[in-house]
Each structure stands twice: as C-alpha cells, then as structure tokens.
C-alpha cells in the first residue's frame, strides 16, 4: 500500500513552453502533497505543500508564478512550470501525506520527474 | 530553525560489514520523528528507518539499526551485514510540526559497498 506515482519520469521539453508534472496517490487520499526539487548530488529542497482545495504555500525564493501547483483533489496534485528555462531543468519529487490512515508524519515519496529544458 | 547535519559526504564498506552513518541535528522541541531515507540510483526515495523521541529504545529494521542519542541530538544509522544492494545516497531527515509540519533533510552521505 501507500504507492505515489508520478507522470512523465521523463519530459523534455524547449525553452519558453511549459510542462505539467502529475503526482498520484494510488491506494490512499492524500490531504497534504509536497513537491521538491533536487539538483545532481544534492539534497531535496522543498518547494511547496499543497492541501486539497486550496492553494499551494510556496517556501522562500520559490517563485509562485514560475511553478503552479493545483491540488484539485485528494489523489491528485500537479506541478505545471512555466516558460520553462534552461536552469529549471531538474529532478522533480512529490511526496503525499495520507489525511486519516497512519500518523501525521507519515510521507511517501513519487519516484520523481526528470525535467530537461533545451 | 531545525536544521539537520551529515558531516560524511561520502563513505565505504565492504561488503558483509558494518558502517555507521552521523547525523545530527538542532532542534529546541521535545517531541518529534527522525528518519532515514534511502536514494538509490533509481532515485526513488526509501524509507529505512524511523525513530519516535519518545521513544528511548533504538529502532531496528533487520540489518539496519539507529544510535539516538536525544541529549546530545545525534541520529547515527548502523548498516550490518552490508550487502551491494545498500549503495546509495542515505539522507536523515528530522520532522516536527503535526499536521501543518514538513521534512527537513539533511545533505545526504553517499554509502558505496565495495565487493
């Protein structure tokens, strides 16, 4: 149980057009998602948590209008980049919190977006 | 701030014996959860281990074990028995906050099993 999926594992895509990344709770609601970004050979940086219905709490230095996050409902979760540029190309991770089931703190993780822009 | 510390960016074993990974953390709360994740090159994110503070006894998942120390906020990972398939990045986590609270990772120590 408790499976994440996340779609595309892959997407390339030009500089100057935008891409969706979705994130999906298979076997579980997910009230709370979370979507990180890690560059090669470094940690997880959170971007943004998102609850279902509402909006999306940016960390600091994350630009809002740049990555759109839409938690429309509690299984699904998007993170659409937009004018993408060179430098956003990244590994892109979710990870959802279950609402009910398990504890507070319990978080599973998608198996991540590789994001190339060219 | 919570902040969470690995002061081994890289480490090795060889196989069938034992490693321990350091981390440490800063944190003024008393109650909260401590984990380690694994990242193998797949890079799929993979719970080892997870320690409740409450909890004084150290958790165990079959080969892998935690030294918590909460006086001295030290969170180290034992790996017995070291296997290949245990090369990975290996990340300590620290997570407070219920609800409304979030994971914070540390910079990761990058385990290699030697054969």
């Known amino acids: 149980g408790a499976v994440v999926s996340q779609h595309p594992s892959w997407v390339i895509c030009k500089s100057g057009t935008s891409v969706k990344i979705e994130c999906r709770s298979l076997?579980?609601?997910?009230?709370?998602m979370f979507w990180y970004r890690q560059f090669p050979k470094q940690s997880l940086m959170l971007m943004a948590t998102?609850?279902?219905?509402?909006?999306?709490?940016?960390e600091q230095g994350v630009e809002k209008d740049k990555f759109l996050i839409n938690h429309a409902s509690l299984t699904l979760s998007t993170l659409t980049v937009t004018s993408a540029h060179p430098e956003d190309s990244s590994f892109y991770i979710c990870?959802?919190?279950?609402?009910?089931?398990?504890?507070?703190?319990?978080?599973?993780f998608g198996p991540g977006t590789r994001l190339t822009v060219t | 701030a919570q902040t969470v510390t690995q002061s081994q960016p890289e480490m090795s074993v060889q196989e069938a014996e034992t490693v321990t990974l350091s981390c440490t953390y800063d944190?003024?709360?008393?109650?909260?959860?401590l984990f380690w994740y694994k990242q193998p090159p797949s890079r799929q994110m993979i719970l080892v281990i997870r320690?409740?503070?409450?909890?004084?006894q150290n958790a165990t998942e079959n080969r892998f074990s935690v030294n918590f120390q909460k006086a001295a906020k030290s969170f180290s990972l034992k790996i017995s028995d070291s296997q290949l398939g245990d090369a990975a990045m290996y990340f300590c986590?620290?997570?407070?906050?219920?609800?409304?609270?979030?994971?914070?990772f540390g910079k990761g120590t990058k385990l290699s099993v030697k054969p």
């Open positions: 990870s959802a919190r279950p609402g009910t089931s398990g504890g507070d703190y319990e978080q599973y």
């Open positions: 076997d579980f609601q997910a009230t709370t």
């Open positions: 998102s609850n279902e219905g509402s909006k999306a709490t940016y």
């Open positions: 944190t003024s709360e008393s109650d909260y959860y």
């Open positions: 320690q409740e503070a409450y909890k004084q």
């Open positions: 986590a620290y997570f407070y906050g219920g609800s409304q609270g979030n994971l914070i």
